[in-house]
């Protein structure tokens, strides 16, 4: 029932989906005063959400810095959080723009920071059933970049990140592995990644990747050229700071 809610929830918080509410409600709506009203709310919020700058500076106020795996640290573990793949009909798999946090995780490995590779993540899709979970498949990309089944671990029933933390956490008590561990996920996901589990009672450091917005130097284009496509990348930044405030109201984080 959560995840489902999940989904309802990532479709309400999209600015496009207001933008289109209102712009319809102005053409049903007989009042005139009210008409105009609708349209200029719409106008002001694609222009606000449309804008490069303002999204950059928010994005990068919520997410972590970049960091370093200072030397000499090691963790018996990385747990690789979900999310960076699809599948087409044919049920080919496929990496996704979140791919990065692949890429940092097998970087770990292959420096000799970490021990064992934990995959987490089942299905994302809410009707569709598919033949082989996430996990799965990423199981299969590692081992094609050499790294041995035996220090690949995989929970393949979670279907979001409070999920992702206690299977996690069951499975690395079952097998003894004994803390620390790092946790690799998307930039913009880590607070709420790292509140639940904190609260799941998984001693982890974390490893953000996939960044959606960097520090780079700053173009007239950013100030005064929307972007249609940071609609979608509103609906996802909403989705952590709403998500965040409903695990915590509801014990998860």
């Known amino acids: 029932m959560f ?9 309400l918080l999209s600015p496009a989906f207001w933008i289109l509410i209102l712009l319809g409600l102005s053409f049903i709506i007989r009042n005139q005063g009210r008409k105009k009203l609708l349209r200029i709310t719409a106008a002001i919020l694609f222009i606000v959400f449309t804008n490069p700058f303002l999204f950059n500076v928010c994005v990068r106020a919520w997410q972590p810095r970049p960091k370093d795996i200072p030397a000499g640290k090691h963790y018996s573990a990385v747990i690789l959080l979900g999310g960076m793949t699809m599948s087409d009909r044919y049920e080919r798999n496929f990496f996704g723009p979140e791919a990065d946090r692949f890429i940092q995780t097998t970087k770990l490995y292959h420096s000799g920071a970490v021990d064992k590779v934990l995959l987490t993540g089942g299905s994302p899709y809410l009707f569709r059933k598919v033949r082989l979970s996430e996990a799965d498949h990423l199981k299969n990309e590692l081992l094609a970049q050499g790294i041995p089944a035996t220090d690949i671990i ?16 069951r499975l690395l008590d079952s097998l003894k592995l004994a803390p ?15 509140a639940v589990f904190k609260k799941a009672g998984v001693q982890a450091a974390f490893f953000p990747a996939a960044y959606r917005q960097i520090d780079h ?4 284009e950013d100030f005064i050229i929307p972007s249609t496509q940071l609609l979608s990348g509103w609906s996802t930044f909403l989705k952590e700071i709403v998500g965040l405030c409903i695990y915590r109201l509801t014990g998860r984080a």
Do not use: C, G, M, Q
């Open 3 to 11: 995840f489902v809610l999940s989904k309802i929830l990532l479709f």
């Open 154 to 169: 995989v929970e393949n029933r979670s279907k979001n990140t409070y999920e992702n933390a206690v299977y996690s956490k």
């Open 180 to 194: 620390p561990y790092i946790v690799v996920t998307s930039a913009l996901h880590v607070p709420r990644a790292a």
């Open 217 to 220: 130097p700053r173009d007239i």
